[in-house]
């Protein structure tokens, strides 16, 4: 299965917005509502910051935010911080019953 | 709180098979979800390997070429990841962590803090 594809990099100053998109296909992200995204910081693990395409587990700031439009979903993240600096990697389920990761995208923090 | 550990040799020799175990505490594998087992290689992207429910029932990367099989032993509250005939492609570290979506869509909300597999001679 090939991987989702993610901007290698994004970058945006404190208090603005930016937008990581991720591009499948019709059997996963474009067929089903089963996106997430992660955060990782250096050394660490992921943490999954949206579930169900735009679902914010208990605890991750509503600074963060998902949506889908056809085979592609979006995180945005609005009111930039400089801990938001990260790796960010999306998800999706597929019709093989699998999941698949995007490649992972770099946020610089300015 | 829910802790996941990941075990096993940090070295492999090329040709072998990679032998992992992920250990469960504060919440019991039987009572439900899903289990996976994630690896990242140095300096790259996540790589899901496979996903297993209490059950026994398991969901694989098709990449892995069938070099991957997931077990889960609910007695000890552990799963486990083999990887047969590795190479240096293997190297990574190798997360588990738990998969609350339904079915497993890849929502891992804990996960362990990852091990280091070097496959060299």
């Known amino acids: 299965q090939s991987a989702l594809t993610q901007p290698a990099s994004v970058s945006g100053s404190p208090g603005q917005s930016i937008t990581i998109s991720c591009t499948g296909t019709s059997s996963d992200v474009g067929g089903y509502n089963y996106v997430s995204w992660y955060q990782q910081h250096p050394g660490k693990a992921p943490k999954l910051i949206i579930y169900?395409?735009?679902n914010r587990p208990s605890g991750v700031s509503n600074r963060f935010s998902g949506s889908k439009s056809g085979n592609t979903a979006s995180l945005t993240i609005s009111g930039l911080q400089a801990e938001d600096e990260a790796d960010y990697y999306c998800t999706s389920y597929t019709s093989s019953s699998s999941v698949v990761f995007g490649g992972g995208t770099k946020l610089t923090v300015l | 709180q829910v802790q996941l550990q990941e075990s096993g040799p940090g070295l492999v020799k090329p040709s072998e098979t990679l032998s992992l175990t992920c250990t469960v505490s504060g919440y019991s594998i039987s009572s439900g979800y899903y289990w996976g087992w994630i690896r990242q290689p140095p300096g790259k992207g996540l790589e899901w390997i496979g996903t297993i429910y209490h059950s026994g029932s398991t969901y694989s990367n098709p990449s892995l070429k069938s070099r991957g099989t997931i077990s889960v032993d609910t007695s000890k509250n552990q799963f486990s990841l083999k990887v047969t005939s590795v190479t240096a492609a293997d190297t990574a570290v190798y997360y588990c962590?738990?998969?609350?979506?339904?079915?497993?869509?890849?929502?891992?909300?804990?996960w362990g803090q990852g091990t280091l597999v070097t496959v060299s001679s």
């Open positions: 962590a738990r998969d609350v979506g339904i079915p497993a869509t890849g929502y891992f909300d804990y």
């Open positions: 169900d395409v735009s």
